[in-house]
């Protein structure tokens, strides 16, 4: 089974059942932290970008649980020598024991001197699932649903430092995806949001709206 883990803001998991994939560790000073960084358990931690609220807890997870860190080398290289991780950047592929990840283009400042913002496909359970990061919209996420049949698309819908609902909605529509689940929305005032008027934009997907400390088995 492939489940769904959504600890709060853009932090989430995926767990096939044998490989576990944490994504944006931002736990201590989330107001929608479902879950202690020292609970979680993990085998590799996908960053996005270094904005605080997307690197999070991520070194002392890394260190705790001997997982490896992947990202661009600007931000993998922040655990230094101590921690495991492998390095990419946009349009690479890499083949992991769990499936593939590839790092795709988002528009929004790095957080790091030198670095870029991304964007992950992943291929696990023999599913397709497509995690924005922080992003406006763009165009170019046709050629990231071409390539790859979507069946979940993670979109941030906060507003104010990403899409809003509008631009989101707009995003499955371009990306194809068959599902969706809103995050980065309702942490704070600033990106406060109705989920359900999300949901009503959207065309021809599914959304899913999982609450901080939920689950999704995404073999459904
Ligand atoms: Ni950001
Ligand atoms: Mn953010």
Known sequence: MLTFNYYGHACFRLDDGKYKLLFDPFLTGNPQASIKPDDIETDYIFVTHAHADHVGD???????????????????DFGGENVKSINMNLGGTLQLPFGFARMVQALHSAGIAGGVACGYVIGIGGKVIYFAGDTALFGDMKFIGERDQIDYAILPIGGHYTMDIVDAAKAVEILGAKNVIPVHYNTWDIIKQNPEEFKALVKNAKVHIVKPGGTLNLDA
Do not use: N, Q
Not at 59 to 76: M, Q, S, W
């Open 58 to 76: 991520g070194y002392d997870i890394l260190k705790r649980t001997g997982a490896t860190a992947v990202g661009i080398p600007e931000i993998t």
